[in-house]
């Protein structure tokens, strides 16, 4: 036999459903280094909870926080790699709290693994990948979050060479299961007699539009504390090229 259950009860265990929500939301904070807010132009404040300080390590401006990805892409096509940060002392430090100086939003290809193109170690960068590079709303989330909460003060969003997404999209055949979604947020960049080449880069334009759509990118890159650039990552030469 059902209980009927008055409409009072109902609003009682709603409350109480969302106490236990907001709780739950205190104790994801109370993980995150740092405290952030975003600016009055976003009209509300986020406020996040601090655990022990993380290292400083994003102190520079945009610009040079460029010119140390490309500086150590640098030393990688050229053999000279400093492996910077890679010790168990820097992965004791970074376990306090992390200030990574970069985000990046590259493709999930095996071929293109960022803190070693970037000859950087733990804690330097903040890095989302997936097939394609797509920026879709959970991948624009995370940049959000390792720019205006951990402050990397550069974004980068870097496509590669014969990158197997592009070419499967420009293919325009049936996939299995969900690569269609992948397909289907790439297709916007695709135009009429592009080679191959540049409908790639023409996606990493996609994704940098999408991302500064974000308010809350867009209002760090012109309050001066983020830059987002793209990329293309040559997969012979080992070299990330800037693209406008």
Partial sequence: MFKLIKSEEIMNKTKQNLNVSRRNLLKFGAGVAGTAALTAGLGTKVNWLKEKPAIA?????????????LEGNKRFIENKRKNPNQTMTRIQEVA???APFAAILSCADSRVPAEIIFDRGFGDLFVVRNAGNVATPEEIGSLEFGTLVLGAKVLMVIGHQSCGAVKATIAGNAVPGQIGSILDAIKPAIKPNQTLEESIISNVKLGMSRLQASPVISQLIKDGKLKIVGGYYDLDKGMVKVVA
């Fill in 57 to 69: 390590g994003n102190n520079i401006t945009p610009d040079e926080a460029l010119n140390q990805l």
């Fill in 96 to 98: 306090q709290g992390q």
